[in-house]
């Protein structure tokens, strides 16, 4: 038996409530299962030939998600601040073609209705992590929500925030690592990747991990993405961009199509070794 | 002339856009001119004898500004959330009674036009910090801004924050140093009161100090709040409960009446050390 | 080609100095090499009993290097400080029977020839990372030093204290990421395995990684020590004891003899994955 | 009475032990007792004028302890590591001079008894506060102890490394905080003023601050010096230089001779609001 590690968990997400662990269907794929899952795609939504033939490829790679900004939260005003609505659309259109089912990030209260009507699954992101309001709206909302941690959330307040969504009555919760803020200044983030198996002995939800904003440097990517299977993630989510040097958003930690397509490979090899499920391709 | 310190400010924030400074005018007090202002209250508004006999003995210590939290952020959605409405009724009523303006949080952006239309001044709190539509909600509001630093906000971050609010036009903005999340665990959080020099130095907006937060311990509050008045801040935000062992949030930290009162008389004394006016009571 | 990450890398630990990357030999043993080397053993000799059963059991694991400390930096004086010259004795024993190379750590200027004249490599340990008199003296021993990241050290900072060992003519160095203090308290340390390739992309130093002290829970050891595989490092150092239960020190952090046999299998599987080299057992 | 905090106090540092706090007399001068302590001087130690000027000019300012680095630790090896017992000897003169009693760093065991033959008080610098056998050694020396906190040490580690000296016999111990680590960038270190009265809270030890290195930026010093006289610190440490601009450490952080006697006018001021003794000039 596991020692106790000083967390409070709270009840609806507590391990000991569900030991066989929580499936999460994101229109038909599984989360938490025996298949470990790739989530991809451009930051922001630019337009429809970087959407396109972005989500064509990372399909082809392997690929079972389709991710997407619609409305960005930008640390400056004047940054780009996403296509809204009308990136909704383009990331409906592109769901018709290759069948991936889409995720994107939700941050304002009045918004849930809207992108629950577009998309697959609804993230919250790290700085909205205890945005108590939004989480309870996407708890009523039923769909299936990708809870971020914040970038300065412990592994008890994070636990502590998904049950805002439980105790709404939802329990399709996928918890992201996605790197915390400490002293270390040459990553973005310092990715966390000791709170996956905590996380998995904490709590029944699944974790996947985000390598992108985990280091912010895209030649990091591969390297932290294979860790992060090795160390019992359920899943990726990682930003891929047809032209990672034009990107208006995240360029510096997108990968290429090409750069996707090879880290799945090897990923594919580690899966074996750990006998986990991946994809065929 | 100050060296530059790595920091980019933005544009509205920044000081040289406006050297003598900025006043925030809450309902007749002025919050960022030659007066020290303290704002205090319980954290949340429990009841009417609560809020009552601590406004008016927060009122005849010498405090200008009531706070008392109406709707509650809490890390777990089984703690006390507030009164909501009625916590602002009885926040007006105390209001035409003694004089005292009022500042209350606001959580949601469809809360803010409710809020508003009650309080002098709406609280953006730590957590909420980057929840940019909120940030824009209250800057459309013009009502006066308290905005609190995230507890692993970068000063960067925190002036983007309020550059958000700015740029919707409302120059009405308070910055609240509150403590940030660090190693150290003895303390609830870290007061970095370094914070005050430096974003005085960056931004003409005003700055006050939390102490409450910033240590989570009541029989630490009153070092530093003459710390932060010894620093430079504007002013200063503390709980204070009527009975703070009884308190439904945060009773760990809140002065008792007795205690605000004494901590009251020494800050009188710094003031004059320091050339501030501080009331005259 | 990889872009700048804003780190100052001092001249003799630049990668650019020596693009084909440094090996340290540890009596034989290559560190930094094509195969990935495991250190094992307990956190400090307590007796021969201990020692001899622990070592003989890492050897057949496949451990190529043994470690055991001598002399223990314990944050409280009245922790058990190491048994001292009879630890050294009692390694030395066991390196004659198993043929394991032995590392054991220095902490003090004076200690340097005595700990030398019985080990292969001596070990830096985090708390003096940035002890430059005693870096300057292992520097001047010409054995291999294991410097391990101080707590609170950037890689910058890590880079220049090996530097300071490299200044001295000393060029047989392994760096270890060890774990970092940050805000998570539910973990002992954060393990930042991003270090990991940053540092293999800065210096041509070797890098191994330390999950004990990186988590300090013996039951995530093994995740962790399969994403270090998996990110790139060069090897690992764990510790193993054969009663941790009774362990005089760190017992909680120590994988028995059948965990670490365990672990080993699967760390085999992963190294075909990821085609490196890894012992034959 | 007091709340318990949560912190472990090793036995011989606990206030309990000794509630009426410690006194440390530092060849004459007492610091822990009625008088407000300032040690003053530069960084380092560079030669006879640079020395006897600063010194001379910050005892007329009423500082009265002098502090002078004769042996550097560096971050880099190639950065100038100070002059060594030139510097011991310099320092011996003005003292003889000046009256004002000797402070400097020790770095390496092996230094302790040369360094005690010239010095009134020895430093253990922020790197070394883990540095058991340092700790030790000048535990066994008797002279007076000026122990920093390391820069991401809790104050249970700092308490521990002042048990430590106090297990040999030695109580003559001054702590200070000099900031720490955090994820703010602004400032070199964050100065943690709630140390001051938790320390005073768990320790009879006395406890001055550190603002040079706190803030890292000689503008800022000032603000923080007088932060830490009201937050209730016993003393402070400062560096001041005759020609900061040119100075061969810490130039930045370092105030110039007019910015001493300022800021020291200000502290009287404070002084006398909070009823601390504080010279006669």
Redesign the interface.
């Known amino acids: 038996m596991?020692?106790d590690?000083?967390?409070s968990v709270?009840s609806k997400a507590d391990r000991k409530s569900r030991m066989e662990g929580t499936k999460v269907n994101v229109s038909g794929i599984t989360v938490g299962g025996s298949e470990f899952i790739v989530i991809a795609g451009p930051c922001a939504v630019e337009n429809k030939d970087q959407l396109f033939e972005t989500a064509r490829s990372v399909k082809s790679g392997g690929a079972r998600i389709l991710r997407g900004g619609a409305f960005k939260?930008?640390?400056?005003?004047?940054s780009f601040q996403g296509m809204g609505e009308d990136a909704l659309k383009l990331l409906s259109d592109i769901r018709k073609e290759t069948g991936l089912p889409v995720v994107t990030e939700v941050?304002?209260?009045?918004?849930v209705e809207l992108i629950a009507s577009y998309a697959d699954m609804l993230q919250v992101g790290s700085?909205?992590m205890?945005?108590?309001?939004l989480l309870k709206e996407v708890g009523m909302s039923k769909k299936p929500v990708l809870l971020k941690r914040g970038?300065?959330a412990?592994?008890?307040?994070f636990l502590?925030a998904a049950?805002?969504i439980l105790?709404q009555g939802n329990d399709q919760i996928i918890l992201c690592e996605r790197g915390?803020?400490?002293?270390?200044?040459?990553?973005r983030n310092?990715?966390?990747?000791?709170?996956?198996?905590?996380l998995k002995?904490l709590t029944h939800l699944p974790v996947i991990v985000d390598p992108s904003h985990?280091?912010g440097?895209r030649?990091?990517v591969p390297?932290?993405a294979?860790?992060?299977?090795?160390?019992?993630a359920d899943g990726l989510i990682m930003e891929v961009h047809n032209n990672p040097e034009a990107a208006l958003c995240d360029g510096?930690q997108s990968l290429s199509l090409e750069e996707f397509a090879l880290l799945m490979t090897?990923l594919k090899?580690?899966s074996?070794?750990?006998d986990r499920e991946f994809g065929n391709f």
Chains 1, 2, 3, 4 share one sequence.
């Open positions: 596991k020692p590690v000083g967390i709270p939260p930008r640390s400056s005003p004047y941050m304002d209260t009045r918004q700085r909205n205890q945005n108590y309001p970038m300065m412990t592994l008890e307040e502590l049950e805002y105790n915390i803020r400490t002293f270390e200044t040459s990553t310092t990715l966390d990747l000791s709170a996956v198996p905590m002995h985990g280091t440097l030649w990091m390297s932290l294979k860790a992060a299977m090795a160390v019992g510096a090897d090899k580690i074996m070794a750990i």
